[in-house]
């Protein structure tokens, strides 16, 4: 990678700020070589032969490319993002790696410290992580969930983020808490406006339950609800995709994000121990180059005296794939810059968008179909 970073360590009695400075601008791919025509073989009856492959401009013309049809309905192109200071296309966010201890106060206060550091620190957007005011366990969800719906005191962790970013005039993508909606939890991401609004909710849809024998066994179906909606938002810094943690594996969510025209997906996510080193970063880089946007994941830091054991390493991925910038295991704040005036550079590189099948395949949007049938 010929991305460069200068990565200045901003130190604090309870806090580790790191910020980077990624010259993203300058990011420039290796070549990618043109070969007019080459063979394959071919089995006919038995028998092989070598058949000549058209070049890509004359292969291109025996049929019609319909990208248009293989998202259903079609792909939204993203919109110009709303970025403050001058239309600047570039702006900062921060993924608070944060430490969870039992005890919700502390948590919630904690959250504001570092909150009010990064933003002191020019970020405009703020990411928490994955269960941040809870002990991530079935024990804990039903003793920590809040009415979100009620606010106030109902629900002090948003209360916070709600009053943190009207005072701050800051985006806040609030990682998750444990969400009580009458008889029913859920583990959910609030997102709040630079006016304090709530401006979505996202209960996580794919609940983790897996079992990998003598490894990682856990069912978060004993305890939450899956949530029934994807989510997708317009905020002040660009339309932000939200998935928790589970989510991410599921490519489909993320491609439905990128054709109702996201630019940034924010997964707050505390992958453990086992999946943490083989998919954590993986499926990052996997979603970021699929939908050619960028990615950020922000995880609990680690604590190796509690029952579920988080990975940590949250991390920012920019449209080609490329790690911009991320953090070890322990609690600290990733700040960087988001350019994306890079998300139609890249898709000039690789102008597969274009080059889609749709009469091979299709991606359906259901709920965007539905209503686009009842409209």
């Not at 969400?179 to 996580?204: I, M, P, W």
């Not at 700040?335 to 968008?353: G, V």
Request: some cysteine; hydrophobic content about 35%.
């Amino acid at each position: 990678m010929n991305a460069t970073a200068a990565v200045e360590m901003l130190s604090s009695p309870s806090l580790q700020l790191r910020t980077l400075h990624s010259s993203t601008s300058s990011f420039s791919s290796p070549p990618i070589p043109f070969r007019p025509s080459f063979s394959f073989r071919r089995i006919v009856g038995g028998s092989s032969s070598a058949t000549p492959i058209r070049s890509i401009s004359s292969a291109t013309m025996g049929f019609e490319l319909k990208p248009q049809e293989a998202r259903v309905p079609p792909a939204i192109p993203p919109p110009t993002p709303p970025i403050s200071k001058a239309n600047s296309l570039d702006f900062k966010i921060a993924l608070c790696q944060l430490s969870v201890t039992v005890n919700k106060e502390q948590n919630i206060a904690h959250a504001r410290q570092v909150i009010e550091a990064a933003a002191r620190n020019g970020a405009q957007l703020i990411l928490l992580p994955e269960i941040w005011n809870s002990p991530y366990s079935n024990d804990s969800f039903p003793v920590y969930a809040e009415d979100i719906d009620a606010g106030g005191d109902a629900s002090p962790s948003t209360a916070m983020l709600s009053e943190l970013s009207r005072s701050l005039r800051i985006t806040i993508v609030g990682g998750s808490i444990p969400e009580r909606s009458g008889n029913k939890l859920y583990n959910s991401c609030c997102v709040f406006g630079t006016d304090g609004q709530l401006k979505a909710k996202h209960r996580k849809i794919h609940l983790f339950d897996i079992d990998i024998p003598g490894q990682m066994t856990f069912q978060e179906s004993k305890t939450l609800t899956a949530g029934e909606s994807p989510t997708i938002v317009d905020t002040d810094v660009g339309r932000i995709g939200i998935g928790i943690c589970y989510d991410i594996r599921f490519q489909e969510l993320a491609a439905i994000y990128a054709a109702r025209g996201a630019h940034l997906l924010c997964y707050p996510g505390a992958f453990n121990m086992t999946t943490g080193p083989l998919h954590w970063e993986l499926l990052q880089r996997a979603r970021a180059a699929d939908c050619q946007l960028y990615v950020a994941t922000c995880s609990p830091a680690r604590d190796s005296g509690s029952s579920y054991v988080a990975w940590g390493h949250s991390t920012l991925v920019g449209p080609f794939g490329e790690v911009l910038a991320t953090t070890e295991h322990d609690e600290a704040t990733v700040i960087a810059e988001i350019d994306y005036s890079l998300l139609e550079q890249r898709r000039k590189y690789l102008p597969f968008q274009r080059q889609r099948r749709g009469d091979l395949y299709q991606l359906v949007d259901v709920q965007r179909l539905n209503s686009t049938e009842t409209s």
